[in-house]
């Protein structure tokens, strides 16, 4: 009875995560870019339960400062901005990006990510290291972006980086999750949160990523582009909590004979 | 410089307007102005943006005490959605 009751009480434990000392309930980073308009990026942010968001910096268009920013849908106040490097093929056009996000919203914690060419985008990691070392010098907080890599993962551990963030997919593919084996490989390493981030292209990616033991899934299009992207944002809730749950409960090992779940005793006769 | 661009210079600093290029563009202000001045003119009163002026960062701080000089190269940034 007592052993039950404890069990119970295990399967209710509200845990959530914490990267660089912040702790948060979440563990569902979604991106704002590629929606419609503003107004659903908000619907769908909110329909995530994200309380990490990533944006981008860009210049401002100046023939129309008056439009509408980002700020005034999805609050700072409320929601982690995580700024990112997207879009930053070199490191120091990453490390210069991210310096004018620290002067803009002075956030130390910080999206690195330094792409390869086209068609593929694969983190360019001799770029990322060198972007990575930069940041840290200069009191930057990183969660980095890059190749499903055990070794490569460690180093950026090893450098200080606060997460790390290896690729499920190539970004915006919505292949899902090519290589769990790796995934898990950097998992089992890692001392810092590792999360997957892009590739993911449904729930189930999302839950099977949460399944691997990631501390936490980054996703943007998978959302966006989805035909009703509020209520996919509601399924990657779900689904990253189930897949949390089910890595946690531990799964039943699997078998290629069948072990039927009725008694097998007491059968009419 | 062709003797044109000097021509065209000097006459910019004679009618107290200076040449600077901002997010690509090139644009006039007025002789002495600061990069808070810059920011008024462009209609970016109190908005969460960033200035890099030839690649240093302005700090917000330092957008009234820093003036514009001529062929300056500013970036004015902000957030917008991103993944």
């Known amino acids: 009875?007592?052993?039950?009751?404890?069990?119970?009480?295990?399967?209710?434990?509200?845990?959530?995560?914490?990267?660089?000392?912040?702790?948060?309930?979440?563990?569902?980073?979604?991106?704002?870019?590629?929606?419609?308009?503003?107004?659903?990026?908000?619907?769908?942010?909110?329909?995530?339960?994200?309380?990490?968001?990533?944006?981008?910096?860009?210049?401002?268009?100046?023939?129309?400062?008056?439009?509408?920013?980002?700020?005034?849908?999805?609050?700072?106040?409320?929601?982690?901005?995580?700024?990112?490097?997207?879009?930053?093929?070199?490191?120091?056009?990453?490390?210069?990006?991210?310096?004018?996000?620290?002067?803009?919203?002075?956030?130390?914690?910080?999206?690195?990510?330094?792409?390869?060419?086209?068609?593929?985008?694969?983190?360019?990691?001799?770029?990322?290291?060198?972007?990575?070392?930069?940041?840290?010098?200069?009191?930057?907080?990183?969660?980095?972006?890059?190749?499903?890599?055990?070794?490569?993962?460690?180093?950026?551990?090893?450098?200080?980086?606060?997460?790390?963030?290896?690729?499920?997919?190539?970004?915006?593919?919505?292949?899902?999750?090519?290589?769990p084996f790796m995934i898990k490989a950097i998992i089992a390493q890692a001392r810092v949160p590792v999360l997957v981030d892009a590739g993911i292209g449904t729930a189930s990616d999302a839950a099977l990523a949460m399944e691997l033991g990631c501390d936490a899934v980054l996703l943007n299009s998978a959302i966006a582009h989805a035909r009703d992207p509020v209520r996919m944002a509601r399924a990657m809730k779900a689904a990253v909590e189930a897949g949390r749950d089910a890595f946690l409960a531990g799964r039943m090992p699997r078998s290629t004979a069948a072990d039927p779940s009725s008694p097998t005793s007491g059968l009419i006769r | 410089m062709t003797q044109t661009e000097a021509q065209q210079i000097n006459a910019q600093i004679d009618a107290g307007q200076i040449a600077v290029e901002v997010n690509g563009e090139r644009r006039q202000v007025p002789q002495g102005a600061s990069v808070a001045e810059l920011l008024g003119l462009i209609g970016l009163a109190a908005p969460k943006v960033a200035v890099e002026r030839n690649l240093e960062i302005v700090p917000r701080s330092a957008w009234a005490t820093t003036p514009l000089a001529e062929g300056d190269r500013l970036e004015i940034v902000h957030f917008i959605g991103g993944g």
């Open chain 1, 1 to 179: 009875m007592q052993a039950d009751e404890g069990r119970v009480e295990e399967g209710r434990v509200e845990e959530g995560w914490t990267v660089a000392g912040r702790h948060f309930r979440s563990r569902l980073i979604v991106g704002t870019g590629r929606y419609k308009d503003l107004p659903e990026t908000k619907a769908a942010i909110e329909a995530s339960g994200a309380e990490i968001v990533t944006v981008a910096v860009r210049r401002v268009n100046l023939s129309d400062a008056s439009q509408p920013m980002l700020q005034d849908f999805v609050s700072p106040d409320r929601f982690t901005y995580l700024p990112n490097t997207a879009g930053c093929f070199t490191a120091q056009d990453a490390v210069r990006t991210l310096r004018l996000a620290r002067e803009a919203g002075g956030w130390n914690l910080v999206k690195l990510e330094v792409l390869g060419p086209p068609p593929f985008l694969y983190p360019d990691m001799a770029a990322t290291f060198e972007a990575a070392a930069a940041l840290l010098a200069d009191g930057f907080e990183v969660m980095v972006y890059c190749a499903d890599d055990p070794v490569a993962a460690k180093r950026l551990e090893e450098m200080g980086c606060v997460a790390i963030m290896p690729l499920g997919a190539p970004i915006g593919s919505g292949l899902g999750v090519a290589n």
